[in-house]
């Protein structure tokens, strides 16, 4: 069994998350060193390596993956933590009965795209003016086939999906990490199964010793079974279409319409059913009014309508403004296929709400029973921040960055200055319901020690039933 405090006092300290080539230079050094075994399992698209990298021969295979979403670094520092501390030998991890496999990266080229706001202390702006994401479709745990019901997504899983589908072929872990974060708020976490009271203690005890927050809802625990406190079953898209079936007559038009797939897990469970798969996520900054129960005397639906009908505006005039310059734009730009693939919304999706507006469709947020009732601050937060407001925001600023980096004609001059006052007074406005001031940052390095910590104590659940 490994003694995770003495692993997550050892995480190396750094002010930022890792670029792709410093986690790339770091695999190339391993090279050198007999205990690992470094392959390239693949390239992306873009024709960047990605790493495979094998330590140990012990009876337990286990898996970690960065990366899976391009926009989300924690995990590049996690994996780059975990090779430093197997490169130094640490006993804990080095004497381990673990045949460790970690790729530090599945999506380079996405990383890449993200690199203007993960090389810098972490701050809203530079986040929104500076977040990439691909269309869903081209993601690694977001094109995976799914069937069912009236939901059919065939589409093929992306390249480098596909590279780490292999991955998953050849290693069958009998542990597997994926390395997810999400944008704001405390730790939570996915598992495959129930891992037991003790293991979530000592994950509660890992939060406590960092002073960090535990999310008391976990994304999706409207409709996850929880295990213990902050931890959910994983989520699929097909408990997520029985999700909205309750208050939508076609789920599969707000899921498929985006190509929203499976992810790699989906995979794995197939492949071998018996593997834990464990994904610790946490934000990167916690806000006082984050998860608040205290009351604000509004109206929830009413509220989170506003919020909607103040994103269906700014999506309309991107809309308006795409039609005016996308012949001056360049088609093969990853940000341009992510505005036409993911972020730009259709007239009927401006009207209906839903993905890319807000996170569910108007005649939920109308209809659902739920909303009909006063608003905590916690609520606040998550409509301005978490789940609407500036999370569509960031995805907006994409169509800036594509502008900015093509050809000023007139036409395109034009939609720049429309588009950055449009989106600044968009800020003010979900600004202007919180002091962001009052935001904290967490350390990287922290949540590395986190994220790496807590997936510790759930292998040491897979390697406890091996010895029992």
């Not at 079953?233 to 599969?252: C, G, I, Q, W």
């Not at 109206?299 to 809309?319: C, G, H, P, T, Y």
């Amino acid at each position: 069994m490994i003694q995770v405090p003495s692993v997550v006092s050892a995480v190396p300290h750094c002010d930022t998350f890792c670029s792709v080539q410093k986690l790339n230079d770091y695999v190339e050094r391993l090279r050198t060193d007999p205990r690992f075994q470094v392959e390239v399992a693949g390239r992306s698209l873009g024709g960047i390596p990605i790493f495979h990298v094998r330590f140990g021969e012990g009876s337990t295979k286990a898996l970690y993956v960065a990366g899976n979403h391009c926009m989300e670094p924690i995990g590049g520092l996690t994996s780059y933590s975990l090779l430093n501390l197997l490169h130094q030998n640490h006993s804990e991890l080095a004497g381990a009965d673990v045949e460790w496999h970690i790729v530090p990266c599945i999506d380079p080229d996405g990383a890449l795209l993200n690199e203007g706001w993960t090389q810098k202390p972490f701050a809203l702006e530079h986040f929104m003016r500076n977040f990439y994401l691909q269309p869903l479709r081209d993601g690694v745990d977001t094109s995976f086939p799914v069937t069912y019901k009236n939901l059919s997504i065939n589409n093929e899983p992306s390249h480098e999906a596909k590279i780490l589908a292999k991955l998953l072929d050849a290693i069958k872990p009998d542990f597997y990490a994926a390395l997810h974060n999400t944008f704001a708020g405390g730790a939570f976490f996915f598992s495959s199964r129930d891992i037991g009271a003790q293991c979530y203690a000592e994950i509660h005890d890992l939060l406590r010793r960092y002073n960090f927050p535990l999310r008391a809802k976990p994304q999706y625990s409207e409709f996850l079974r929880s295990f213990g406190q902050g931890v959910v079953e994983m989520h699929s898209v097909v408990k997520h279409y029985d999700f909205l079936a309750r208050t939508l007559p076609n789920p599969e038009e707000v899921l498929g319409g985006h190509g929203y797939g499976g992810a790699s897990w989906d995979y794995l469970e197939q492949i071998k059913p018996d593997a834990l798969i464990f994904v610790p996520e946490m934000g990167y900054f916690q806000h006082p009014s984050y998860e608040s129960d205290r009351q604000t005397g509004r109206n929830l639906r009413q509220f989170k309508l506003r919020i909607e009908a103040d994103s269906k505006f700014v999506a309309a005039v991107m809309l308006q403004e795409w039609e005016k310059v996308k012949q001056d734009l360049d088609p093969a730009s990853p940000l341009y296929k992510a505005m036409e693939g993911l972020a730009l919304p259709s007239r009927d999706t401006i009207m209906a709400g839903g993905w890319p507006v807000s996170r569910y469709p108007s005649r939920d947020t109308l209809f659902n029973p739920e909303y009909d009732r006063h608003m905590t601050e916690g609520e606040q937060f998550d409509a301005c921040i978490v789940n609407d407001g500036l999370k569509f925001l960031a995805f907006d600023y994409q169509f800036l960055r594509l502008l900015e980096g093509s050809t000023r004609t007139p036409a395109v001059s034009r939609a720049i200055d429309r588009l950055e006052e449009l989106f600044q007074a968009a800020f003010a406005d979900i600004a202007g319901h919180f002091d962001l001031s009052r935001i904290e940052v967490f350390a990287c390095d922290r949540l590395a020690a986190i994220q790496l910590g807590s997936s510790l104590v759930a292998l040491n659940s897979v390697l406890g039933k091996g010895m029992s």
